[in-house]
C-alpha cells in the first residue's frame, strides 16, 4: 500500500530561479510520512508523551528528477520498505499526475528522549505483520 498526500507549492516553497528550493523537498516527505504514521493509527505526540519515543532520520538517500514549480499539485508518496527492531525503511516520492520529480529512500530510527535507539511503537509492528503484503 502506498500512501499518498498532495501538496501545492507556494511561491514561499520556491527560490530565485522560481522552481521548488532542493531543501524543501525533505519538507514535503516529511509531512508525507507523518500522515502515513497518522493514518496507521500512531499518535506521535501522544507516544513521546508515554516515553515511546520519537522518530529521527538516520540516512536519506535521494534523487532530485525534474522540477516543480509555483502552483504545481504534487503527490508526496510513502511506501514501506522493511523494519526491524528500532529502525524502519521507506521509500518516497514526489510526483506531479505521472511525473517523477523526486524520490528518496528514508531510514528512521525510534530513540528515546536519551537519544538511544529503542523498539518501533508495537502499533507500526503489529499493522507491518497483519499486512505482509504492503512491503515493497
Not at 530561479?17 to 531543501?23: E, L, N, P, R
Request: net charge negative; glycine share 8%.
Amino acid at each position: 500500500m502506498t500512501h499518498t498526500l498532495q501538496i501545492r507549492v507556494y511561491y514561499e516553497d520556491t527560490d530565485m530561479a522560481g522552481i521548488v528550493y532542493y531543501a524543501n523537498y525533505l519538507k514535503f516527505i516529511e509531512r508525507g510520512r507523518s500522515e502515513w504514521v497518522r493514518e496507521l493509527g500512531v499518535d506521535q505526540g501522544r507516544l513521546k508523551a508515554e516515553g515511546g519515543g520519537v522518530f529521527a532520520v538516520r540516512r536519506v538517500v535521494a534523487d532530485y528528477r525534474a522540477p516543480a514549480v509555483y502552483d504545481d499539485l504534487l503527490d508526496v508518496q510513502t511506501r514501506y520498505i522493511s523494519h526491524s527492531g528500532a529502525r524502519l525503511v521507506l521509500h518516497q516520492a514526489v510526483m506531479r499526475g505521472e511525473k517523477l520529480l523526486f524520490e528518496a529512500e528514508v531510514t528512521l530510527v525510534c530513540i528515546s528522549d536519551a537519544g538511544r535507539p529503542i523498539p518501533l511503537p508495537e502499533a507500526l509492528t503489529r499493522h507491518f505483520a497483519e499486512n505482509p503484503a504492503e512491503k515493497g
